[in-house]
């Protein structure tokens, strides 16, 4: 029967949001797709077309078009995703480099006295 670990080591290497989407306009456009409600309902919801929204979320060059507080406000109305929009301002507006870095580095630190015991360990029993 094989031993199953009792806990599994996770490294993320994956970017800040805010490092992966520019502004909140352009994470909101990447969650939508993936929200339970499609994009037309919660288009209805804000009182809108489902392209008026498309083109506030991926406006052009020169596109007149704007998603703006009211537009978030039905839009955090009808998705109920307030969590993923307050993760995003929190990890752009709350966070500085040097912090994400000492937590980086903390993590490392930690995780580097984990593999060493489990390497002692797994020694000791080969």
Do not use: C
């Not at 489902?50 to 955090?76: C, V, W, Y």
């Not at 990890?91 to 903390?106: E, G, H, T």
């Amino acid at each position: 029967m094989p031993s199953i670990a009792p806990s599994q080591l996770t490294l993320s290497f994956e970017p800040s949001l805010p490092e992966r989407f520019p502004t909140l306009r352009a994470y909101i456009a990447h969650r939508t797709p993936l929200l339970n409600k499609p994009a037309k309902v919660i288009a209805a919801d804000m009182d809108m077309s489902p392209s008026t929204l498309s083109r506030k979320l991926n406006p052009s060059d020169g596109d007149t078009q704007r998603f703006n507080l009211d537009d978030m406000e039905a839009f955090l109305e009808s998705t109920g995703d307030a969590p993923a929009v307050i993760e995003y301002l929190a990890a752009k507006f709350m966070d500085s480099p040097d912090a994400r870095k000492a937590r980086v580095l903390s993590k490392v630190e930690r995780l580097a006295e984990e593999l060493s015991t489990a390497m002692a360990s797994l020694k000791a029993s080969a």
